[in-house]
């Protein structure tokens, strides 16, 4: 053990070798007098307060990831790679019960010990409850759809709060296993979550760089932490609550003040962690917060004053600051632009449609509230008012607070007709029930008024929180002023999350605000980080290395204000320009001459199609850029459909052909599928879904109709049509030779798709009936009575014909295999991104990955590289990319600033290609901008001896079967794990 010297704040009081080994997760004790110390080894070390090993129990031969004490401190629950939970005696290390069932990593374990249970969450995506007193499993719970990383038990609640790899932080019910509300946490995984026992707070970490704080009982976000230099993986609040520590993956410990999240702290150990292991430990009684460190081979025990909280904090450049989205929502042609414009303060100017979403900053404030000065923020967010954007819309519709549904007076139609669509939009990008607060706003006054009512047929309001109605006119000023005040007005701040950050990342906003608002339209990383640096220096602040930038870059990119593409290392000043493309390739498919809705990929992406001129980023090489990223914005949403075989992008949504009406009239009716959505984004969707889905052999599309064709023949069918009020209804039909269990498959698929999309995620399910020869529908009423009296078929009473009524009038529910069909489909989807990608890297001459090697293993490199492109990775390896006489040093120096990661291969031969001068070169540069270096380890080899550099990095064995090492590799390439890329 090693006495230190300590920093400004935390003094270091010892430290502490555990034989070298590699430690995960630390836990204390109830009274806090030893430290269970879990290691990749598989042992479990106790250690007391004073810095002294006491006793070391190996439990597993795998790698254990978490621990946890019993509430006496009696028994210690681990549990790890193993894929179970071990209880054991602290005392002589005997293991008291084994709990197995879970077929993945187990990252999660405690005890509700009033109730006497144990709780465990893994990466099988399910949670996992026995009896604390014979281990036997009680339930088991599919909580997430991926990797759960975390699990907190809270008695207060009664409730058991998860945090996935899908982003979603969720509560369940201990007793029942029934879901008790979940949110979309972040934009990352969600690494870590723990609980303030002093207030009714929720703490989380996420892979997205931030840290955010949530009201417990309804999972509402208060504020998010920003400025972290790397990725926060653990959590651990004081004993009274006061103080936050947050340890990220490159040294970092961070400490806060955990009611404002004021920085207080900043610790930095001389070596960056494993990835995702460490731990920082707040004492239960004690001012000691306890971490790991030196590659997480070692524990350091710090102490602090208890009048730490107290002390001024105005060093650190903390601010605090809270943006509001004010959306301007109407269709095209109504006078938005100008209606913004005038908001803003700026003068009337007459415009024509613009496209895209435009965003201006209407109001800014400085204010004081109970924790100090907050910088409050407005932006309108003015939404392109033409169809086609809906297909990209639902996303930006996301954490809206005021809407204004602007109204053009001189409609003679129906205005509620107008309103119906934007409402549907609003209560869909809604996590509450009835959405942001709601103002009419009738623009143009100075050419007359409108007379409005805002009630339905049935005397509902068809405008939820409605505020008021105001007449306007942005060329005189009407009544500007006074809608600003109401805008403002309506906002509750209370209910605005607030957001911290540091001097650096505010300086950063700032940079690309400013860039931004002098039309910078893209950038390359490393360009923008090296004329960020300039601004640092003339401004007389610290520079950021390379990777903190990046961080730095995620937490604007998550606050919506640029876009991190995903290829060739570029960053989208103006984020919302893809949704403007997006449209205009739908429109470009619209326009079509043959009412198909396909357009050839290659022209799509050299630009050869009609483009709206007025709205083109002028540098083509960022014009190409962007149509890319719209592609693939489309592709991830569902709305696009991806032809490979024949090089053909189709949109569902722009089909314009007739459909035959007479193949239609042929089939037979079973389910009309009812629900409240946008139309072309839920058809999109589903269509999407069913080509996906791997069913079928073919399929046709015509304007709002759908034909799938099975392997035997037969064809299901959907098409779409305007319902009652703002619902539409998704009619599904089948030729004869389709039998039951696939029609009902079939709807069941749909029935899924449609709830993904529609405001309350409920789809009204009306078995449909009707007679083949006149398409008179049999009502429910007489099916059922038909039914009743023992008859499956009933005459029509127009045609006389026979009706058959076919199955049980009860609805189908299938809810495994359709989930089964949807994971496939996914990844079939995410294939296909993969594949446009790699065609963008070809034409960019972008690599993922330098691949070096011995060439005594030539063939086996070669054989991975293959691999590595069927994946959709590109990797740079001589044999393929350097001409006969050239160097290879020499053709890989231009590429190795922009490659991310460097995978060393090892294969049976045993040597080690950094054995030579200029692949050690190479690697030393990978190294220097801390880039991955992945070992691996090819059929038939060994570990070498490898330099002290690379001796710590995880290897990928393709000596093992499990975990699957192409699936490790690929993990290490991209930071995703292939599983987790299906969503």
């Not at 920093?7 to 007098?33: N, Q």
């Not at 070391?56 to 946890?68: D, I, P």
């Not at 143009?444 to 409005?452: H, I, K, N, W």
């Not at 049509?721 to 039998?739: L, Y």
């Amino acid at each position: 053990m090693q006495v230190n010297q300590g920093t400004r704040k935390l003094e270091d009081t010892w430290r502490l070798s555990v034989g070298g080994e590699v430690i995960t997760r630390v836990a204390w004790s109830p009274r806090g007098d030893l430290l269970a110390v879990p290691t990749q080894s598989g042992a479990v070390h106790l250690v007391d307060a004073e810095g002294r090993a006491r006793s070391r129990h190996v439990v597993s031969h795998k790698a254990l990831w978490t621990a946890a004490w019993r509430d006496d401190g009696d028994r210690l629950a681990v549990a790890g790679r193993d894929n179970t939970v071990h209880v054991v005696n602290p005392l002589d290390g005997t293991e008291e019960l084994t709990l197995a069932g879970h077929t993945d990593d187990v990252h999660g374990v405690g005890w509700a010990n009033e109730r006497s249970l144990i709780y465990s969450a893994s990466y099988d995506g399910t949670v996992r409850v026995w009896d604390a007193a014979d281990g036997h499993a009680l339930r088991t719970v599919p909580a997430h759809q991926g990797r759960i990383e975390d699990v907190r038990w809270n008695e207060d609640d009664g409730l058991l709060y998860t945090a996935g790899r899908d982003g979603m932080l969720r509560a369940w019910n201990l007793d029942s296993g029934e879901a008790a509300g979940e949110v979309a946490a972040h934009q990352g995984f969600v690494l870590r979550v723990i609980d303030n026992p002093t207030t009714a707070v929720l703490y989380t970490a996420s892979s997205d760089g931030t840290v955010r704080v949530w009201d417990r009982r309804e999972l509402r976000l208060l504020h998010t932490v920003r400025g972290l230099t790397a990725t926060p993986h653990d959590l651990s609040l004081s004993s009274d609550g006061r103080l936050l520590a947050v340890q990220d993956d490159a040294a970092h410990l961070w400490v806060y003040r955990a009611d404002t999240m004021e920085l207080i702290d900043v610790l930095q150990d001389v070596a960056a962690h494993h990835h995702w292991y460490g731990s920082g430990r707040f004492h239960p009684t004690l001012p000691y917060l306890v971490s790991t460190g030196r590659e997480d081979r070692e524990l350091t025990l710090r102490t602090y004053d208890t009048a730490l909280v107290e002390q001024l904090v105005a060093e650190s450049g903390a601010a605090r600051y809270a943006n509001c989205r004010v959306a301007l929502l109407g269709n095209t042609g109504v006078g938005k632009t100008a209606l913004s414009r005038a908001l803003c303060g700026k003068g009337f100017k007459a415009t024509e449609s613009t496209h895209g979403t435009q965003v201006s900053l209407m109001d800014r404030s400085v204010v004081d509230d109970d924790l100090g000065t907050v910088v409050r923020e407005v932006f309108l967010w003015d939404f392109a008012g033409q169809s086609v954007y809906r297909l990209v819309q639902p996303v930006e519709a996301v954490g809206i607070e005021v809407a204004l549904l602007v109204l053009d007076n001189r409609n003679a139609g129906n205005p509620l007709d107008e309103i119906r669509e934007w409402e549907t939009l609003l209560r869909l990008g809604s996590t509450g029930d009835d959405g942001p607060q709601r103002i009419v706003v009738i623009a143009r006054a100075d050419r007359g008024g409108l007379s409005l009512d805002l009630a339905t047929q049935e005397g509902r309001p068809e405008v939820l929180r409605h505020l008021g109605t105001v007449q306007t006119s942005a060329r005189d000023g009407t009544n500007i002023r006074e809608l600003r005040e109401l805008i403002l007005g309506a906002v509750d701040w209370d209910s605005v999350p607030t957001i911290t950050s540091n001097t650096r990342f505010q300086q950063l906003r700032s940079y690309v605000l400013q860039q931004a608002a002098a039309g910078r339209v893209m950038s390359q990383t490393r360009l923008l980080y090296r004329e960020f640096c300039q601004s640092c220096a003339r401004a007389d602040l610290p520079e950021p290395t390379l990777e903190e930038f990046r961080v730095l870059l995620a937490g604007l990119d998550s606050e919506g204000l640029l876009r991190r593409l995903r290829f060739g290392d570029l960053v989208l000043l103006q984020p919302t320009i893809v949704g403007a493309y997006a449209s205009m390739l739908v429109i470009a498919a619209q326009q079509v001459a043959d009412g198909r809705g396909t357009l050839a990929e290659d022209e799509v992406l050299g630009l050869r199609i009609p483009l709206l001129e007025n709205d083109r980023v002028a540098e083509r090489k960022h014009e190409e850029d962007i149509m890319h990223a719209a592609i693939e914005e489309l592709l991830s949403s569902g709305s696009l459909v991806r032809d490979e075989a024949r090089g053909l992008l189709c949109l569902p949504s722009a089909v314009r052909r007739r459909p035959d009406e007479a193949a239609w009239q042929g089939l037979k009716g079973r389910t009309v599928l009812r629900a409240r959505v946008l139309a072309d984004h839920a058809y999109a969707s589903v269509v999407g879904a069913l080509v996906y889905s791997g069913l079928f052999s073919d399929w046709e599309l015509w304007a709002s109709r759908a034909r799938f064709v099975r392997p035997d023949g037969g064809s299901s069918w959907i098409s779409v049509h305007p319902d009652r009020g703002a619902h539409i209804r998704f009619e599904v039909r089948h030729d004869p030779r389709v039998n039951e269990t696939d029609c009902a498959l079939f709807e069941e698929l749909c029935r899924s798709r449609i709830a993904r999309h529609c405001v309350g995620d409920e789809v009204e399910t009306v078995e449909h009936v009707a007679c083949d020869e006149c398409d008179t529908v049999v009502s429910p009423e007489q099916r059922q009575r038909r039914r009743q009296r023992g008859f499956d078929w009933i005459t029509c009473g127009v045609c006389d014909g026979r009706v058959e009524l076919g199955g049980t009038g009860k609805p189908w529910r299938r809810p495994a295999e359709v989930s089964a069909i949807e994971t496939a489909a996914s990844y079939t989807r995410n294939v296909a991104l993969r594949s446009t990608e790699f065609a963008l890297k070809e034409k960019r001459q972008l690599y993922d990955v330098f691949i070096s090697y011995s060439h005594q293993d030539e063939e086996l490199a070669l054989m991975l590289a293959q691999e590595l492109r069927r994946h959709g990775i590109r990797p740079w390896i001589d044999l393929w990319e350097t001409s006969p006489g050239t160097p290879w040093v020499t053709a890989i120096q231009d590429q190795v600033e922009n490659m991310p990661c460097a995978a060393v291969l090892v294969g049976p031969s045993g040597v080690g290609p950094w054995q030579k001068d200029e692949v050690w070169f190479v690697l030393q540069e990978f190294l220097g901008r801390r880039c991955p270096i992945i070992p691996v380890l090819l059929k038939g080899a060994t570990l070498p001896v490898m330099p002290p550099l690379l001796r710590s990095l995880q290897a990928v064995d393709f000596n093992r079967e499990h975990p699957d090492p192409m699936h490790l590799l690929l993990w290490g390439i991209t930071g995703v794990r292939p599983e987790e890329g299906i969503a």
